[in-house]
Nanobody, 122 residues
Framework: QVQLVESGGGLVQAGGSLRLSCAAS????????MGWFRQAPGKEREFVAA???????YYRNSVKGRFTISRDNAKNTVYLQMNSLKPEDTAVYYC????????????????WGQGTQVTVSS
């Protein structure tokens, strides 16, 4: 089993920054692929970024150059550094893990955190 706990969300002005953290516990060898997703009110959950055990990263086009995903395997923690935030980034952000393969499809992930709210004002 894997347990994931997100933290670091909050309220910021457009152009500001936040760093999200996700701490994993349990069967951490099942977290080869770690991803961040987000869900805004009335919208489907969407892929934001993912990172493999070895550090290969993937991003949706709208966050490239603004967001950076990374992981500290010794601490069993994944991070999402978010810079130049825009109002359209407002959502609940979730971390997720899978041992299968990197994917931008939520159903492919096995474990999920509880989510952390990110609100960006104009």
């Amino acid at each position: 089993q894997v347990q994931l706990v997100e933290s670091g969300g909050g309220l910021v002005q457009a152009g500001g920054s936040l760093r999200l953290s996700c701490a994993a516990s349990g069967r951490t060898f099942d977290t080869y692929f770690m991803g961040w997703f987000r869900q805004a009110p009335g919208k489907e959950r969407e892929f934001v970024a993912a990172v493999t055990w070895t550090g290969t990263t993937y991003y949706r086009n709208s966050v490239k150059g603004r967001f950076t995903i990374s992981r500290d395997n010794a601490k069993n923690t994944v991070y999402l550094q978010m810079n130049s935030l825009k109002p359209e980034d407002t959502a609940v952000y979730y971390c997720a893990s899978t041992s299968q393969a990197v994917s931008d499809i939520p159903s492919r992930y096995d474990y999920w955190g509880q989510g952390t709210q990110v609100t960006v004002s104009s």
